[in-house]
């Protein structure tokens, strides 16, 4: 069976909670910056910028940290690891919930 098959399979066994947001596949996130601007990627929390990303990229969360109050994250696309955004805006599905929310705080609709 060829990995594809697998990820299908384990696909189609997710809780139906995960249907509530479509848009997003399980473990996905998307940067939404109230700000409008390009969402700073760091080589480090509060680091050098490697890059930015536009509102509505969709990311993965692979880590996170907290620095004081602020959580950061790190987030890869399409497989590739690109480095360290402000928690605060980037989007991500809840499991169990229709809600979206960065990871670890409620969301903020404006």
């Known amino acids: 069976m060829t990995f594809n098959r697998h990820a299908a399979a384990i696909l189609a066994l997710l809780p ?12 996905e996130c998307l940067i939404d910056d109230p700000t409008g601007t390009p969402l700073n990627v ?3 929390p509060n680091g050098a910028v490697l890059t930015t990303l536009r509102n509505g990229t969709r990311v993965e969360v692979v880590d996170e940290m907290k620095t004081g109050t602020k959580r950061w994250l790190f987030v890869s696309r399409e497989g590739e ?5 402000f928690g605060a805006y980037v989007v991500c599905k809840q499991a169990g919930g229709t809600r979206d929310a960065a990871p670890g ?5 404006r």
Do not use: C, K, N
Request: overall charge positive; aromatic content about 8%.
């Open 81 to 85: 690891r690109l480095g360290w955004v």
């Open 16 to 27: 139906s909670a995960f249907a509530a947001l479509p848009a997003l596949a399980a473990g």
């Open 105 to 109: 705080q409620p969301a903020d609709r």
């Open 42 to 44: 760091r080589s480090a």
